[in-house]
């Protein structure tokens, strides 16, 4: 009776990291893809970054803090205006789903090489 549950037991643990293998593989080329879009994403956030003007009015609050500090309401509604909001989005969501493939990534791993590990310790 007890080699019938370490039977079952084993070829549930096999099951499961051969589902994590196939996982791996599609979490992977989803990993390899963000991280290849993240690069043309970050080139257009910074060129809408520059082109708005985003960035002079950014360095104004480092240099001018005084002026900054009397006329903050304009200050802060010039920022909000000239931020290219579909950009950044864009560029944050690249990464979010390359972290989120990262984290999806390690859970993978460590199913696979965690119930190795744990196979190779009941054989023995």
């Known amino acids: 009776m007890e080699k019938l549950f370490e039977k079952i037991m084993r070829r549930i643990g096999e099951e499961q990291r051969f589902a ?16 290849a879009v993240l690069v043309p994403v970050f080139n257009l956030t910074r060129t809408n970054l520059v082109e708005s003007g985003f960035l002079q009015f950014l360095s104004l609050a480092f240099s001018d803090f005084g002026i900054i500090a009397v006329y903050w309401q304009n200050f802060a509604m010039s920022l909000l205006e000239t931020v290219p909001a579909i950009s950044l989005a864009m560029f944050f969501a ?29 054989k023995n």
């Open 20 to 35: 994590a293998k196939r996982r791996l593989m599609f979490i992977s080329l989803g990993a390899v893809i963000s991280l």
């Open 94 to 122: 690249v990464i979010f789903a390359f972290l989120g493939s990262l984290k999806l990534l390690a859970r993978d791993l460590k199913i696979i090489y965690g119930l190795q590990q744990n196979i190779a310790i009941k």
